[in-house]
């Protein structure tokens, strides 16, 4: 059974942190807000933790994973290498709704496709961004049961599997949007592979107007 804490009161927020914190720690499921919807967290390092997610999510072991992060620092921990122009795109649109993928490290315990890049985003959500200060990297998808739409109000959170989530951390309702948009830094030129809340044209722009080079 979960425990559900409103996120919105002002008295409840330490609380919501401190079980969020000790929840992720130890392998466990925690219902977080996100700019447009509501997400499933755990710790990023967490073998039982990342199998627990694939479990309430539906989701195969060939399929990866998104890494949430506190700040840009944070990635190079989690990848093999960054791009320069991956750098220059978290500089100039993290926190927000842009996903990099980029080449996996070594360093995640769960069982990353063999090959296959890690999509890496820092939110602007002030609460998950609060969080991600005080756990590291956070291993996430989307808060909703297979087949169900997402979850952006507050209502909406009582369809989570309870007997697989241990904190559910309401936070109002939320602006549903577009999504994240995605953007491939694994290979040589960057491509755009989804198009979301961030407009393509700007992106195009900027990418075309940055040198693409590694560190």
């Known amino acids: 059974m979960s425990v559900r804490i409103d996120a919105g009161d002002l008295h409840n927020r330490d609380r919501a942190i401190s079980m969020a914190y000790s929840t992720v720690r130890r392998g466990g499921l925690v219902i977080v807000p996100t700019e447009s919807q509501y997400a499933v967290v755990t710790d990023a390092f967490s073998a039982r933790g990342t199998a627990l997610l694939r479990e309430y999510r539906g ?19 989690i990848t093999a290498s960054i791009p320069k122009i991956a750098r220059e795109l978290m500089e100039c649109y993290w926190p927000g709704e842009l996903t990099l993928l980029l080449s996996a490290g070594t360093t995640l315990a769960w069982d990353h496709p063999v090959g296959a890049p890690i999509a890496v985003r820092m939110p602007r959500h002030p609460y998950l961004l609060e969080l991600l200060g005080t756990t590291g990297p956070l291993a996430s998808s989307s808060a909703q049961p297979v087949g169900m739409p997402q979850i952006t109000q507050n209502i909406d959170l009582d369809m989570c599997d309870v007997d697989l989530v241990s904190v559910l951390i309401a936070a109002g309702d939320l602006a549903s949007g577009s999504g994240s948009t995605i953007i491939d830094c694994s290979g040589g030129e960057p491509k755009i592979l989804r198009e979301g809340a961030l407009a393509p044209e700007g992106l195009i722009e900027f990418i075309n107007s940055h040198e693409l080079t590694h560190d």
């Open 59 to 77: 989701l195969g072991p060939q399929v990866p994973l998104t890494v949430l992060v506190p700040n840009a620092n944070a990635v190079s921990g």
